[in-house]
């Protein structure tokens, strides 16, 4: 098993969201890194985002990111030695917002049956 990888992504996540916070751009919303996912040459990394906003905040905000991708790439390569600096591409996670989605239907769904919250 490669255990490279995994640990490069561990380093390019927290990296990166460092380097999200110091970015100055207001187009940027609130950017969480949920994970990002090496190639098993270390070349490629594909950065999972979650945006908070509305669906053109998300949109400007992806937009920015991946204008940005060129100079983020260049400030990782300073920070982390390594023979190549990975190809860095942002991805929307929309696994925040359905996990959210699914407990809103619980909800409704507990919230419709009697029974377990009174003890009955």
Not at 20 to 28: A, E, H, N, T, W
């Amino acid at each position: 098993m490669a255990y490279r990888p995994e640990r490069l992504g561990e380093v390019l996540k927290q990296e990166i969201a460092e380097l999200l916070r110091q970015l100055k751009d207001p187009r940027i919303g609130f950017v969480t890194v949920t994970s990002v996912d090496v190639s098993n040459d270390l070349r490629y990394a594909k950065v999972f985002v979650s945006v908070l906003g509305s669906a053109e905040e998300q949109k400007a905000t992806m937009d920015v990111l991946d204008k940005a991708q060129g100079r983020l790439r260049a400030e990782i390569g300073r920070r982390i030695r390594l023979r190549y600096t990975p190809e860095v591409s942002f991805k929307l996670d929309h696994s925040i917002s359905e996990g959210v989605r699914l407990v809103d239907l619980i909800d409704d769904l507990t919230e419709g049956k009697p029974g377990d919250r009174d003890g009955q």
